[in-house]
């Protein structure tokens, strides 16, 4: 296993007398996409902010790259680049020349700028002004800036906002070709569960304040409860309910468009099926769905 290149210990904030991170504690490694997860309100830019020296902890503490926010402050966010809010960009002037602009303040080589604009594609454009630009590239600009300076840590937070399909596609592909060439360590925050559960290798949640899984993504949609969401069209649909609930008193279920939904292992289909049969239900259909990073997000927090 690879070196934690982000700690995060016990790290807490109080706003205004009320504790609004909780003690949170995980760590993210080089190379992975690590997705922020959780319900509006529950405090991801507020640590994102302390992560990355918008805002100070109240507690705890986060190492980045060795370098402790709390001791030594400008040494640990000089590893990070990060894309917070919109980055103000000069419209009137090329990508270049705003990169070069910023490459000044951080000491980078015009060498490092070629190498950046090729890693995020953006070589054919470049010397346009920025106000020519699409939202996908000025979203493509913002990161080759924040990745000037060599960070180890790319923090994001809502990066897909306002982006397209076929923007949101290529922006992950980005992020994700970063991870695995410059061996960064990428941490988005987003509410786009699909896109998330495409982007990601592993994820926190976090819920009023407090961690409430950190976990490979893999693992936490399928895990070892290999349950499938299988829909049977059926009729009579009430009685094969009200006998379905009786005999599996512990799945969940429910009526969805006009079908039958249980949360149920593959080896239990033939069993429903057949039960159901024995008591008089028709059967005219059966679905079944594998689980989603969104089911299973609403199955750990209180939504
Ligand atoms: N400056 C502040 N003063 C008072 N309360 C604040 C302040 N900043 C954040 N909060 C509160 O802290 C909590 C966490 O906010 P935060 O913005 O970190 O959540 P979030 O998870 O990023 O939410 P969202 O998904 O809606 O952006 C919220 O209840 C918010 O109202």
Known sequence: MKKAIVQIKDLKKVIKGKEIIKGLTFDIYPGEVFGFLGPNGAGKTTTIRMMVGLTSASAGDAIIDGNSIQNNFEKAVSKVGAIVENPDMYKF??????????????????????????????????????????????????????????????????????????????????????AREEDIAVIVSSHLLSEMELMCDRIGIVEKGKLVKVEDMNEFIHGDNQETQVTFQVEPLDLAERHVREQFPNSQVAIKDNGLVLSINREEISEVSSFLLHNGVRIYGIQSKAKSLEDRFLEVTSQ
Do not use: C, F, W
């Open 93 to 178: 002037l090329s990508g270049y020349q705003n990169l070069k602009q910023y490459a000044r303040m951080v000491s980078a080589t015009d060498s490092r700028i070629d190498e950046i604009v090729k890693l995020v594609g953006l070589e054919n454009a470049i010397h346009n002004k920025v106000k020519t630009y699409s939202l996908g590239m000025r979203q493509r600009l913002g990161l080759a800036q924040a990745l000037l300076h060599h960070p180890s840590v790319l923090i994001l937070d809502e990066p897909t906002n306002g982006l397209d399909p076929a923007g949101i596609r290529e922006l992950r592909d980005y992020l994700r070709k970063l």
